[in-house]
DNA sequence: CCACAATGTGAGCGTTCACTCATTTATTAA
DNA sequence: TTAATAAATGAGTGAACGCTCACATTGTGG
Protein backbone atom coordinates (compact mmCIF):
# COMPACT_ATOMS: atom_id res chain seq x y z
CA UNK A 1 0.00 0.00 0.00
CA UNK A 2 1.26 3.43 -0.77
CA UNK A 3 1.36 6.05 1.71
CA UNK A 4 -1.90 7.84 1.81
CA UNK A 5 0.00 11.89 1.67
CA UNK A 6 2.05 10.61 -0.61
CA UNK A 7 -0.66 9.59 -2.98
CA UNK A 8 -2.79 13.27 -2.29
CA UNK A 9 0.34 14.76 -3.20
CA UNK A 10 0.66 12.76 -6.46
CA UNK A 11 -2.66 13.36 -7.26
CA UNK A 12 -2.53 17.31 -6.60
CA UNK A 13 0.57 17.76 -9.30
CA UNK A 14 -0.76 14.93 -11.77
CA UNK A 15 -4.19 16.88 -11.95
CA UNK A 16 -2.60 20.27 -11.68
CA UNK A 17 -0.46 19.70 -14.52
CA UNK A 18 -3.41 18.06 -17.00
CA UNK A 19 -5.70 21.32 -15.77
CA UNK A 20 -2.63 23.61 -16.91
CA UNK A 21 -1.93 21.60 -19.80
CA UNK A 22 -5.89 20.91 -20.90
CA UNK A 23 -8.53 22.93 -19.04
CA UNK A 24 -10.42 21.91 -16.15
CA UNK A 25 -12.96 20.65 -18.42
CA UNK A 26 -11.29 19.23 -21.16
CA UNK A 27 -9.28 17.18 -17.92
CA UNK A 28 -11.47 13.96 -17.00
CA UNK A 29 -10.70 12.23 -14.21
CA UNK A 30 -10.10 9.20 -16.06
CA UNK A 31 -7.24 11.40 -17.44
CA UNK A 32 -6.21 12.18 -13.83
CA UNK A 33 -6.06 8.74 -12.51
CA UNK A 34 -3.98 7.14 -15.91
CA UNK A 35 -1.84 9.82 -15.96
CA UNK A 36 -0.72 9.51 -11.83
CA UNK A 37 -1.11 5.23 -12.22
CA UNK A 38 -3.71 5.27 -10.03
CA UNK A 39 -7.63 4.01 -9.75
CA UNK A 40 -10.56 6.37 -10.23
CA UNK A 41 -11.85 5.58 -6.91
CA UNK A 42 -8.66 6.47 -4.97
CA UNK A 43 -8.86 9.78 -6.03
CA UNK A 44 -12.28 9.66 -4.26
CA UNK A 45 -10.49 9.21 -1.08
CA UNK A 46 -8.33 12.29 -0.99
CA UNK A 47 -10.84 14.94 -2.90
CA UNK A 48 -14.47 14.50 -2.18
CA UNK A 49 -15.03 16.00 -5.82
CA UNK A 50 -13.23 17.35 -8.85
CA UNK A 51 -14.31 20.87 -8.23
CA UNK A 52 -12.63 20.34 -4.80
CA UNK A 53 -9.67 19.39 -6.13
CA UNK A 54 -9.65 22.06 -8.65
CA UNK A 55 -10.61 24.82 -6.07
CA UNK A 56 -7.78 23.50 -3.36
CA UNK A 57 -5.50 23.23 -6.38
CA UNK A 58 -6.53 27.07 -7.26
CA UNK A 59 -6.58 28.72 -4.00
CA UNK A 60 -3.63 27.06 -2.98
CA UNK A 61 -2.15 28.75 -6.32
CA UNK A 62 -3.29 32.43 -4.77
CA UNK A 63 -2.45 31.73 -1.24
CA UNK A 64 1.23 31.18 -2.57
CA UNK A 65 0.50 34.48 -4.85
CA UNK A 66 -0.45 36.85 -1.82
CA UNK A 67 2.41 34.87 0.44
CA UNK A 68 4.85 36.29 -2.71
CA UNK A 69 3.39 39.88 -1.82
CA UNK A 70 3.60 39.87 2.01
CA UNK A 71 7.25 39.00 1.12
CA UNK A 72 7.34 41.92 -1.60
CA UNK A 73 7.21 44.31 1.49
CA UNK A 74 10.07 42.74 3.40
CA UNK A 75 12.14 44.45 0.80
CA UNK A 76 12.63 42.03 -2.19
CA UNK A 77 11.98 45.28 -4.68
CA UNK A 78 12.86 43.87 -7.89
CA UNK A 79 9.80 41.46 -7.27
CA UNK A 80 7.70 44.47 -6.03
CA UNK A 81 8.87 46.70 -8.84
CA UNK A 82 7.63 44.47 -11.35
CA UNK A 83 4.06 43.67 -9.84
CA UNK A 84 3.56 47.06 -8.69
CA UNK A 85 4.06 48.07 -12.65
CA UNK A 86 1.80 45.12 -13.22
CA UNK A 87 -0.69 46.23 -11.31
CA UNK A 88 -0.41 49.86 -12.09
CA UNK A 89 -1.44 49.10 -15.39
CA UNK A 90 -3.99 46.77 -14.82
CA UNK A 91 -5.81 49.24 -12.14
CA UNK A 92 -5.18 52.41 -14.49
CA UNK A 93 -7.13 50.25 -17.10
CA UNK A 94 -9.92 49.32 -14.89
CA UNK A 95 -9.99 53.00 -13.61
CA UNK A 96 -10.36 54.59 -17.23
CA UNK A 97 -12.95 52.42 -17.85
CA UNK A 98 -14.17 49.14 -15.71
CA UNK A 99 -17.38 48.77 -18.57
CA UNK A 100 -15.14 48.01 -21.43
CA UNK A 101 -12.50 46.06 -18.81
CA UNK A 102 -15.20 43.63 -18.10
CA UNK A 103 -16.29 43.05 -21.75
CA UNK A 104 -12.84 42.34 -22.77
CA UNK A 105 -12.75 40.08 -20.06
CA UNK A 106 -15.53 38.38 -20.53
CA UNK A 107 -16.90 38.73 -24.08
CA UNK A 108 -20.45 38.09 -23.34
CA UNK A 109 -23.66 39.15 -21.66
CA UNK A 110 -24.38 36.39 -19.63
CA UNK A 111 -20.93 35.68 -18.50
CA UNK A 112 -21.04 39.23 -17.26
CA UNK A 113 -24.25 38.65 -15.32
CA UNK A 114 -22.69 36.06 -13.70
CA UNK A 115 -19.14 38.09 -12.36
CA UNK A 116 -21.05 41.33 -11.26
CA UNK A 117 -22.17 40.62 -8.25
CA UNK A 118 -18.09 39.53 -7.50
CA UNK A 119 -17.29 42.46 -8.68
CA UNK A 120 -19.45 44.30 -6.77
CA UNK A 121 -18.54 43.19 -3.63
CA UNK A 122 -14.82 43.41 -4.84
CA UNK A 123 -15.37 47.16 -5.44
CA UNK A 124 -16.89 47.88 -1.81
CA UNK A 125 -14.00 45.77 -0.20
CA UNK A 126 -11.78 48.13 -1.97
CA UNK A 127 -13.33 51.03 -1.00
CA UNK A 128 -13.71 50.28 2.66
CA UNK A 129 -9.58 49.65 2.39
CA UNK A 130 -9.06 53.10 0.34
CA UNK A 131 -11.15 54.97 2.89
CA UNK A 132 -9.84 53.31 5.87
CA UNK A 133 -6.17 53.55 4.84
CA UNK A 134 -6.15 57.41 3.75
CA UNK A 135 -8.15 58.23 6.78
CA UNK A 136 -5.44 56.24 8.83
CA UNK A 137 -2.58 57.72 6.83
CA UNK A 138 -0.09 55.33 6.98
CA UNK A 139 -0.64 53.90 3.73
CA UNK A 140 1.02 55.21 0.67
CA UNK A 141 -0.60 55.69 -2.47
CA UNK A 142 1.21 52.63 -3.94
CA UNK A 143 0.49 50.58 -1.41
CA UNK A 144 -3.39 51.39 -1.75
CA UNK A 145 -3.10 50.38 -5.43
CA UNK A 146 -1.30 47.40 -4.65
CA UNK A 147 -3.92 46.34 -2.24
CA UNK A 148 -6.58 47.56 -4.45
CA UNK A 149 -5.18 45.64 -7.56
CA UNK A 150 -4.75 42.34 -5.33
CA UNK A 151 -8.76 42.27 -4.14
CA UNK A 152 -9.92 43.41 -7.82
CA UNK A 153 -7.28 40.96 -9.53
CA UNK A 154 -7.87 38.11 -7.67
CA UNK A 155 -11.48 38.12 -7.49
CA UNK A 156 -11.72 38.96 -11.63
CA UNK A 157 -9.26 35.96 -12.28
CA UNK A 158 -11.68 33.61 -9.57
CA UNK A 159 -14.42 34.76 -11.85
CA UNK A 160 -12.81 34.13 -15.07
CA UNK A 161 -11.93 31.36 -13.66
CA UNK A 162 -15.54 29.94 -12.61
CA UNK A 163 -16.64 30.86 -15.98
CA UNK A 164 -13.82 29.02 -17.69
CA UNK A 165 -14.16 26.17 -15.74
CA UNK A 166 -17.71 26.05 -14.95
CA UNK A 167 -16.83 25.32 -11.47
CA UNK A 168 -19.68 25.91 -8.45
CA UNK A 169 -17.32 27.10 -5.12
CA UNK A 170 -18.34 29.68 -3.25
CA UNK A 171 -15.96 32.93 -3.51
CA UNK A 172 -16.50 33.99 0.13
CA UNK A 173 -14.61 31.90 1.84
CA UNK A 174 -10.99 32.87 -0.50
CA UNK A 175 -12.80 36.36 -0.60
CA UNK A 176 -12.27 36.74 3.66
CA UNK A 177 -8.67 35.45 3.62
CA UNK A 178 -8.31 38.17 0.43
CA UNK A 179 -9.13 40.57 2.41
CA UNK A 180 -6.62 39.33 5.15
CA UNK A 181 -3.83 39.02 3.20
CA UNK A 182 -4.77 42.81 1.92
CA UNK A 183 -5.24 44.52 5.38
CA UNK A 184 -1.61 42.99 6.23
CA UNK A 185 0.24 44.45 3.33
CA UNK A 186 -1.10 47.85 3.91
CA UNK A 187 -0.53 47.56 7.76
CA UNK A 188 2.58 45.37 7.73
CA UNK A 189 1.08 42.40 9.52
CA UNK A 190 -0.95 44.50 11.51
CA UNK A 191 -4.88 43.12 12.65
CA UNK A 192 -7.28 45.65 11.13
CA UNK B 1 -46.92 21.40 -42.34
CA UNK B 2 -45.12 24.92 -41.41
CA UNK B 3 -42.98 26.57 -44.26
CA UNK B 4 -39.13 25.59 -43.94
CA UNK B 5 -37.54 28.76 -44.34
CA UNK B 6 -40.33 30.08 -41.46
CA UNK B 7 -38.93 27.16 -39.01
CA UNK B 8 -35.30 27.88 -39.87
CA UNK B 9 -35.91 31.26 -39.11
CA UNK B 10 -37.78 30.31 -35.72
CA UNK B 11 -35.21 28.65 -35.10
CA UNK B 12 -32.27 30.70 -35.34
CA UNK B 13 -34.25 33.43 -33.32
CA UNK B 14 -34.95 31.35 -30.60
CA UNK B 15 -31.81 29.80 -30.16
CA UNK B 16 -29.63 33.24 -30.58
CA UNK B 17 -32.23 34.41 -27.67
CA UNK B 18 -31.30 31.11 -24.95
CA UNK B 19 -27.46 31.13 -26.51
CA UNK B 20 -27.68 34.93 -25.22
CA UNK B 21 -29.39 34.31 -22.27
CA UNK B 22 -27.67 31.05 -20.62
CA UNK B 23 -24.52 30.54 -23.02
CA UNK B 24 -24.05 27.76 -25.99
CA UNK B 25 -22.74 25.24 -24.07
CA UNK B 26 -25.04 25.71 -21.41
CA UNK B 27 -28.22 25.66 -23.85
CA UNK B 28 -29.20 21.97 -25.04
CA UNK B 29 -30.71 20.94 -28.07
CA UNK B 30 -33.63 19.80 -26.30
CA UNK B 31 -33.96 23.54 -24.65
CA UNK B 32 -33.79 24.94 -28.25
CA UNK B 33 -36.37 22.17 -29.17
CA UNK B 34 -38.58 22.95 -26.55
CA UNK B 35 -38.63 26.76 -26.42
CA UNK B 36 -39.47 26.77 -30.44
CA UNK B 37 -42.38 24.31 -29.77
CA UNK B 38 -40.60 21.54 -32.41
CA UNK B 39 -38.69 18.40 -31.96
CA UNK B 40 -35.18 18.03 -31.62
CA UNK B 41 -34.98 16.01 -35.26
CA UNK B 42 -36.11 19.10 -36.74
CA UNK B 43 -33.24 21.50 -35.96
CA UNK B 44 -31.21 19.09 -37.96
CA UNK B 45 -32.80 19.28 -41.31
CA UNK B 46 -31.97 22.78 -41.05
CA UNK B 47 -28.47 22.85 -39.64
CA UNK B 48 -26.50 20.01 -39.46
CA UNK B 49 -24.86 20.67 -35.81
CA UNK B 50 -25.19 22.50 -33.06
CA UNK B 51 -21.71 24.03 -33.77
CA UNK B 52 -22.57 25.18 -37.20
CA UNK B 53 -25.57 26.56 -35.84
CA UNK B 54 -23.92 28.97 -32.81
CA UNK B 55 -20.88 29.53 -35.77
CA UNK B 56 -23.84 31.13 -38.09
CA UNK B 57 -25.56 32.88 -35.79
CA UNK B 58 -22.60 34.52 -34.41
CA UNK B 59 -20.55 35.43 -37.79
CA UNK B 60 -24.25 36.56 -38.93
CA UNK B 61 -24.00 38.87 -35.90
CA UNK B 62 -20.48 40.10 -36.77
CA UNK B 63 -21.36 40.46 -40.23
CA UNK B 64 -23.94 43.06 -39.76
CA UNK B 65 -21.42 44.85 -37.29
CA UNK B 66 -19.23 45.11 -40.35
CA UNK B 67 -22.13 46.42 -42.58
CA UNK B 68 -22.86 48.49 -40.19
CA UNK B 69 -19.15 50.24 -40.17
CA UNK B 70 -19.68 50.11 -43.90
CA UNK B 71 -22.42 52.37 -43.25
CA UNK B 72 -19.86 54.05 -40.91
CA UNK B 73 -17.91 55.57 -44.04
CA UNK B 74 -21.17 56.81 -45.90
CA UNK B 75 -21.22 60.02 -43.64
CA UNK B 76 -22.89 58.59 -40.05
CA UNK B 77 -20.66 60.55 -37.75
CA UNK B 78 -22.19 59.84 -34.54
CA UNK B 79 -21.52 56.06 -34.41
CA UNK B 80 -18.06 56.67 -36.43
CA UNK B 81 -17.12 58.71 -33.27
CA UNK B 82 -18.45 56.56 -30.76
CA UNK B 83 -16.68 53.72 -32.16
CA UNK B 84 -13.50 55.04 -33.13
CA UNK B 85 -13.46 56.19 -29.49
CA UNK B 86 -13.85 53.02 -28.34
CA UNK B 87 -12.13 51.27 -30.80
CA UNK B 88 -9.47 53.65 -29.94
CA UNK B 89 -9.47 52.90 -25.88
CA UNK B 90 -9.34 49.05 -27.35
CA UNK B 91 -6.26 49.37 -29.35
CA UNK B 92 -3.90 51.68 -27.12
CA UNK B 93 -4.43 48.97 -24.52
CA UNK B 94 -3.16 46.47 -26.51
CA UNK B 95 -0.17 48.47 -27.80
CA UNK B 96 0.45 49.50 -24.72
CA UNK B 97 1.00 46.06 -23.60
CA UNK B 98 -0.42 43.04 -25.71
CA UNK B 99 0.83 40.34 -23.31
CA UNK B 100 -1.36 42.00 -20.57
CA UNK B 101 -3.94 42.23 -22.54
CA UNK B 102 -3.70 38.42 -23.61
CA UNK B 103 -3.80 37.37 -20.49
CA UNK B 104 -6.62 39.48 -18.96
CA UNK B 105 -8.49 38.25 -22.01
CA UNK B 106 -8.02 35.01 -21.47
CA UNK B 107 -6.47 34.19 -18.08
CA UNK B 108 -5.13 30.84 -18.58
CA UNK B 109 -2.35 29.77 -20.14
CA UNK B 110 -3.88 26.90 -22.29
CA UNK B 111 -6.53 29.07 -23.84
CA UNK B 112 -4.11 31.60 -24.90
CA UNK B 113 -2.37 28.72 -26.40
CA UNK B 114 -5.52 27.89 -28.46
CA UNK B 115 -5.87 31.67 -29.30
CA UNK B 116 -2.27 32.35 -30.52
CA UNK B 117 -2.10 31.40 -34.00
CA UNK B 118 -5.55 33.65 -34.64
CA UNK B 119 -4.00 35.81 -33.31
CA UNK B 120 -0.76 36.37 -35.16
CA UNK B 121 -2.87 35.78 -38.29
CA UNK B 122 -4.44 38.74 -37.15
CA UNK B 123 -1.23 40.66 -36.69
CA UNK B 124 0.39 39.69 -39.73
CA UNK B 125 -3.15 40.78 -41.70
CA UNK B 126 -2.99 43.69 -39.63
CA UNK B 127 0.55 44.60 -40.76
CA UNK B 128 0.01 44.67 -44.50
CA UNK B 129 -2.80 46.71 -44.16
CA UNK B 130 -0.96 49.34 -42.47
CA UNK B 131 1.93 48.90 -44.73
CA UNK B 132 -0.06 48.84 -47.93
CA UNK B 133 -2.68 51.88 -46.59
CA UNK B 134 0.81 53.98 -45.47
CA UNK B 135 2.38 53.08 -48.79
CA UNK B 136 -0.83 54.42 -50.89
CA UNK B 137 -1.11 57.40 -49.06
CA UNK B 138 -5.04 57.62 -49.16
CA UNK B 139 -5.10 56.51 -45.43
CA UNK B 140 -5.94 58.29 -42.59
CA UNK B 141 -4.05 57.29 -39.34
CA UNK B 142 -7.75 56.87 -37.68
CA UNK B 143 -8.77 54.75 -40.18
CA UNK B 144 -5.92 52.49 -39.94
CA UNK B 145 -6.66 52.27 -36.60
CA UNK B 146 -9.95 51.66 -37.24
CA UNK B 147 -9.14 48.70 -39.16
CA UNK B 148 -6.49 47.30 -37.52
CA UNK B 149 -9.07 47.35 -34.38
CA UNK B 150 -11.71 45.86 -36.75
CA UNK B 151 -9.68 42.60 -37.43
CA UNK B 152 -7.82 42.10 -34.58
CA UNK B 153 -10.85 42.68 -31.93
CA UNK B 154 -13.15 40.63 -34.68
CA UNK B 155 -10.21 38.00 -34.47
CA UNK B 156 -9.69 38.33 -30.60
CA UNK B 157 -13.40 38.28 -30.14
CA UNK B 158 -14.07 34.89 -32.32
CA UNK B 159 -11.28 33.67 -29.77
CA UNK B 160 -12.69 34.07 -27.01
CA UNK B 161 -16.30 32.67 -28.07
CA UNK B 162 -14.47 29.76 -29.21
CA UNK B 163 -12.64 29.37 -26.09
CA UNK B 164 -16.08 29.61 -24.04
CA UNK B 165 -18.28 27.99 -25.77
CA UNK B 166 -16.16 24.94 -27.40
CA UNK B 167 -16.74 25.14 -31.08
CA UNK B 168 -14.49 23.94 -33.31
CA UNK B 169 -15.45 26.03 -36.43
CA UNK B 170 -12.75 27.32 -38.69
CA UNK B 171 -11.98 30.87 -38.36
CA UNK B 172 -9.97 31.31 -42.00
CA UNK B 173 -13.88 31.63 -43.94
CA UNK B 174 -15.07 34.46 -41.37
CA UNK B 175 -11.10 35.76 -41.36
CA UNK B 176 -11.08 36.47 -45.58
CA UNK B 177 -14.38 38.41 -45.10
CA UNK B 178 -13.24 40.32 -42.47
CA UNK B 179 -10.49 41.37 -44.62
CA UNK B 180 -12.33 42.27 -47.57
CA UNK B 181 -14.33 44.58 -45.12
CA UNK B 182 -10.86 45.86 -43.93
CA UNK B 183 -10.01 46.89 -47.02
CA UNK B 184 -13.36 48.71 -48.15
CA UNK B 185 -13.49 50.18 -44.73
CA UNK B 186 -10.06 51.63 -45.88
CA UNK B 187 -10.25 52.30 -49.35
CA UNK B 188 -14.19 53.38 -49.90
CA UNK B 189 -15.63 49.95 -51.49
CA UNK B 190 -12.44 49.78 -53.55
CA UNK B 191 -10.89 46.18 -54.10
CA UNK B 192 -7.42 46.28 -52.76
C1' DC C 1 -0.77 -14.40 14.32
C1' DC C 2 -5.03 -12.20 14.26
C1' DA C 3 -8.44 -8.55 14.08
C1' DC C 4 -9.29 -4.24 12.43
C1' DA C 5 -8.66 -0.05 10.07
C1' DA C 6 -6.91 2.46 6.21
C1' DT C 7 -6.17 2.58 1.53
C1' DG C 8 -6.57 1.04 -3.33
C1' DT C 9 -9.38 -0.98 -7.21
C1' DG C 10 -12.19 -0.89 -11.38
C1' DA C 11 -16.55 -2.50 -13.16
C1' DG C 12 -20.62 -0.37 -13.29
C1' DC C 13 -24.46 3.17 -12.31
C1' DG C 14 -27.10 7.09 -13.48
C1' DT C 15 -27.27 10.95 -16.02
C1' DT C 16 -26.57 14.15 -19.82
C1' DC C 17 -26.27 15.27 -24.47
C1' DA C 18 -25.67 15.58 -29.47
C1' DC C 19 -27.31 13.21 -33.00
C1' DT C 20 -30.04 9.39 -35.98
C1' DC C 21 -33.72 7.07 -38.30
C1' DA C 22 -37.99 4.63 -39.14
C1' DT C 23 -42.34 6.41 -39.33
C1' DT C 24 -45.99 9.77 -39.81
C1' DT C 25 -47.86 14.01 -41.69
C1' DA C 26 -48.27 17.69 -44.96
C1' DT C 27 -47.54 19.63 -49.75
C1' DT C 28 -47.28 19.53 -54.58
C1' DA C 29 -47.70 17.78 -59.41
C1' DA C 30 -49.97 15.12 -62.69
C1' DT D 1 -57.51 11.22 -56.60
C1' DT D 2 -53.12 9.52 -56.47
C1' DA D 3 -48.26 9.13 -56.51
C1' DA D 4 -44.11 11.36 -55.19
C1' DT D 5 -41.59 14.48 -52.52
C1' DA D 6 -40.50 17.30 -48.62
C1' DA D 7 -40.86 18.24 -43.72
C1' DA D 8 -41.57 16.96 -38.99
C1' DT D 9 -41.41 13.75 -35.25
C1' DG D 10 -39.55 11.73 -30.89
C1' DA D 11 -38.05 7.36 -29.12
C1' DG D 12 -33.75 5.51 -29.34
C1' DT D 13 -28.41 5.20 -29.72
C1' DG D 14 -23.98 5.50 -28.24
C1' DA D 15 -20.52 7.92 -26.06
C1' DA D 16 -18.74 10.64 -22.23
C1' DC D 17 -18.36 11.64 -17.60
C1' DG D 18 -18.57 12.17 -12.51
C1' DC D 19 -19.09 9.31 -9.02
C1' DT D 20 -20.10 4.81 -6.08
C1' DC D 21 -19.45 0.51 -3.87
C1' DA D 22 -18.41 -4.25 -2.96
C1' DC D 23 -14.24 -6.30 -2.68
C1' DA D 24 -9.03 -6.76 -2.46
C1' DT D 25 -4.71 -5.40 -0.53
C1' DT D 26 -1.69 -3.49 2.77
C1' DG D 27 -0.42 -1.67 7.18
C1' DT D 28 -0.84 -1.65 12.45
C1' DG D 29 -1.75 -2.54 17.48
C1' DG D 30 -2.58 -6.12 20.73
Redesign the pocket.
Known amino acids: ?8 ELIARTSLHLFVEKG ?10 AAA ?17 AWELFSENYMSFARELDRVQEGHDSLKDKLAAMIHRFCAFFDRDPVLFSYLLLAQHHQLKKVTPEMQTAVTVLQKVIAQGMARGEVAEMEVELAAAMVLGVVLQVAVFKAYNRINQDLSQIGETLVDTCWRVLAGNGTP
Chains 1, 2 share one sequence.
Open positions: MRDGSKTKITETTIRDIAGIAEGTLYRHYESKDQL
